[in-house]
């Protein structure tokens, strides 16, 4: 399964849970019930995956931490504010970029309708 392929199921799988949950509930509500979700529709998911870092020569174990990594091939955020920020989007990119990653969204479950809460984040080509 490509990278478009897995994304097509996870739009579809959150705009589902945001009808079915509604706006406003805590990050971590989103999270594990979405990953819930995923795993029900056969995608392998790992939450809260640590991404090291390298600075100086130096090795950090807890650089970053990725809400969902999908079949090792997405990377999803999970946000549930008011309004998102430049921020959270160069946040999710440079995830992308430490793990080699070429595709990641932030779904933000704070927005009233999902699909206004919809961001993909492209790192490099995506091949078909």
């Given at each position: 399964m490509?990278?478009n392929?897995?994304?097509?199921?996870?739009?579809?799988?959150?705009i589902?849970?945001?009808?079915?949950?509604?706006?406003?509930?805590?990050?971590s509500?989103?999270?594990?019930?979405?990953?819930?979700?995923?795993?029900?529709?056969?995608?392998?998911?790992?939450r809260?995956?640590?991404i090291?870092?390298?600075y100086?020569?130096?090795?950090?174990?807890?650089?970053?931490?990725?809400?969902?990594?999908?079949?090792?091939?997405?990377?999803?955020?999970?946000?549930?504010?008011?309004?998102?920020?430049?921020a959270?989007k160069?946040?999710?990119?440079?995830?992308?970029?430490?793990?080699?990653?070429?595709?990641?969204?932030?779904?933000?479950?704070?927005?009233?309708l999902?699909?206004?809460?919809?961001?993909?984040?492209?790192?490099?080509?995506?091949?078909?």
């Amino acid at each position: 399964m490509n990278e478009n392929e897995i994304g097509t199921i996870i739009i579809d799988t959150a705009i589902e849970m945001h009808k079915e949950l509604g706006a406003g509930l805590l990050e971590s509500v989103y999270e594990v019930i979405f990953m819930k979700l995923l795993s029900q529709k056969g995608l392998s998911v790992q939450r809260q995956v640590s991404i090291p870092i390298e600075y100086e020569g130096e090795h950090f174990d807890e650089g970053f931490r990725v809400d969902l990594f999908v079949e090792g091939k997405v990377i999803i955020e999970l946000k549930s504010v008011e309004k998102l920020s430049n921020a959270h989007k160069k946040q999710l990119l440079t995830y992308l970029k430490f793990t080699n990653t070429k595709l990641g969204y932030i779904l933000n479950f704070g927005d009233e309708l999902m699909k206004n809460g919809i961001y993909r984040i492209i790192n490099g080509e995506i091949e078909d």
